[in-house]
């Protein structure tokens, strides 16, 4: 079993803090009675108030079908703990099976949307659709964070960044630069 | 003087795995016979084949206009070494200055579009623009990535990951899977 994080209330206005660096992050989904995951690297920041979160689902995604029913999901996001479950999890389809089951994950309620928080995560975002396919010709996701829960220990989690092929990028060093140049904006 | 990479053409279908990790990049375009570079952290990958790029640029950046009039840009990815520029390339306008000789970088010449590729940065992908503002509400950018040059020394750059507030993360170690987890996808 991997360990659970223990997740604080955290303002939405400063997820950029934890998903503008670009980690895979793990998407969940509930509809119908049945949950499902999927793993994702392309997706940005849109905007800090709202909190608006972009994405790239592909039709071809089990989930696609669940989050554009449900118009919910949750952005969870792992460390390299879950490096093996972020592989799986993005190799198979929840189609045929339980991911939580098949990879020893544990569901957490939400408190504003049916989609269940992974509690093997460090970070947990609770989205609502804002806008679903803003263009007709690519499968474009525009969420509304409405509530986030994330860990406080460690201070920042050490997280993966697909560069395809297998291969993964683990974030590093910290730089604050606000001492050294301090003009700069947000 | 920074160091100027030397570039080798490379393949735009896999031009994710330097921009999927999320790296900050440095857009630069050309209008009406002038340059300008702004700093930019939320885009994403959106296709392979053709090699797309979704980003948001916000009207207040001087930028939005030379990009939407001349329907290209160059997306560049910085090093760690060029922080400074980084920093003050997003905390000042191009309408007032030449950046390209405030932060000390050179413009050399792309092959299909008129921006400029930055000499300094590890890689540039020349742009067009395949859709603008693909949801009314938001200014979001899909750019098609017609040539890509990346330089091969060393084999993957150091990249500025920004956090807001002042934080940057640096890219850490690589893990390759593929060996462990043979049958994960592309």
């Known amino acids: 079993m991997k360990k659970k994080y223990r997740k ?21 989904s509930a509809w119908q009675g049945k949950t499902n995951i999927m793993t994702m690297g392309w997706h ?20 696609y079908d669940m ?6 999901c949750v952005i969870n996001l792992p460390t390299t703990e879950l490096l093996e ?33 992974i509690a093997e995560c460090y970070a947990s975002f609770e989205c ?6 803003p263009n007709p010709n690519h499968p474009l996701f525009v969420w509304e964070v409405v509530r986030a829960h994330v860990a ?11 560069r395809g092929d297998g291969e993964f990028m683990v974030s590093g060093r910290e730089i604050a630069t606000l001492e050294r140049y301090p003009n700069q904006r947000r």
């Open 67 to 72: 989050v554009v029913n449900s118009r919910e």
């Open 85 to 117: 479950q972020v592989i799986g999890i993005g190799n198979c389809s929840g189609a045929d099976q339980d991911k939580f089951a098949l990879f020893g994950l544990t569901t957490a309620p939400a408190e504003e949307v049916a989609a269940p928080l």
């Open 128 to 133: 609502r659709l804002a806008d679903t396919h």
């Open 8 to 28: 604080q209330p955290y303002d939405v206005a400063n997820i950029r803090r934890l998903l503008e660096p670009g980690p895979v992050v793990l998407v969940s």
């Open 44 to 63: 940005m920041m849109i905007g800090f108030q709202p909190a608006l979160f972009g994405c790239y689902i592909d039709e071809s995604n089990h989930s």
């Open 152 to 162: 406080t220990t460690p201070r920042l989690p050490k997280t993966l960044h697909y």
